[in-house]
């Protein structure tokens, strides 16, 4: 989980550089340096726990700090939404940047497939408002996340970044 966490902190990180919006930049910023710090307590209580033993207290701390991770990741993953629906700069020739703008591409393409359907198919109070009963969802990063097919079995579940790895070959 920690090492999953610095890759979310380092895809935020990479996206935070290319935004177009400065608000929406800093606010991934804040996102990925709150995840980074949630990422190395957890690694801190998880290494403690390993030593200590079995304990109830340190139990439920390493349970909270797990779901404190969880929804740190939630706000980078929404802050990620809000700056590639803003928009995102041309991403420079390093390929874990080619990756992460690609994978931002094709979220950003399934949302606009999506609201063009919804526009087509729109079921519309008489107010011109959008009725919610029935509605899909709209298409976020963390759905497109999950549905993320392995991509090889020769890869090792912890890969170390500096090491060739990019920051896409880790599911999020």
């Given at each position: 989980?920690?090492?999953?966490?610095?890759?979310?902190?380092?895809?935020?990180?990479?996206?935070?550089?290319?935004?177009?919006?400065?608000?929406?930049?800093?606010?991934?910023?804040?996102?990925?340096?709150?995840?980074q710090?949630?990422?190395?307590?957890?690694?801190?209580?998880?290494?403690?726990?390993?030593?200590?033993?079995?304990?109830?207290?340190?139990?439920?701390?390493l349970?909270?700090?797990?779901?404190?991770?969880?929804?740190?990741?939630?706000?980078?993953?929404?802050?990620?939404?809000?700056?590639?629906?803003?928009?995102?700069?041309?991403?420079?020739?390093d390929?874990?940047?080619?990756?992460?703008?690609?994978?931002?591409?094709?979220?950003?393409?399934?949302?606009?497939?999506?609201?063009?359907?919804?526009?087509?198919?729109?079921?519309?109070?008489?107010?011109?408002?959008?009725?919610?009963?029935?509605?899909?969802?709209?298409?976020?990063?963390?759905?497109?996340?999950?549905?993320?097919?392995?991509?090889?079995?020769?890869?090792?579940?912890?890969?170390?970044?500096?090491?060739?790895?990019?920051?896409?070959?880790?599911?999020l």
């Open positions: 989980m920690v090492s999953d966490g610095q890759v979310v902190v380092k895809f935020g990180n990479i996206l935070a550089k290319h935004c177009l919006d400065q608000r929406c930049s800093t606010e991934l910023l804040r996102a990925a340096e709150h995840t710090s949630i990422s190395s307590q957890l690694g801190i209580v998880a290494r403690v726990k390993a030593v200590t033993g079995e304990s109830k207290a340190s139990s439920e701390l349970l909270s700090n797990v779901q404190n991770l969880i929804q740190a990741v939630q706000h980078v993953l929404r802050a990620a939404e809000a700056a590639c629906v803003k928009g995102l700069g041309p991403p420079s020739a390929p874990e940047e080619e990756e992460v703008a690609a994978f931002c591409q094709q979220w950003r393409k399934k949302l606009t497939q999506h609201r063009a359907k919804e526009a087509l198919n729109s079921d519309r109070d008489e107010l011109g408002l959008r009725k919610t009963r029935g509605a899909k969802a709209e298409p976020t990063l963390m759905s497109l996340v999950q549905e993320q097919p392995p991509r090889s079995r020769n890869i090792p579940k912890h890969p170390n970044p500096r090491k060739g790895h990019t920051v896409m070959d880790r599911h």
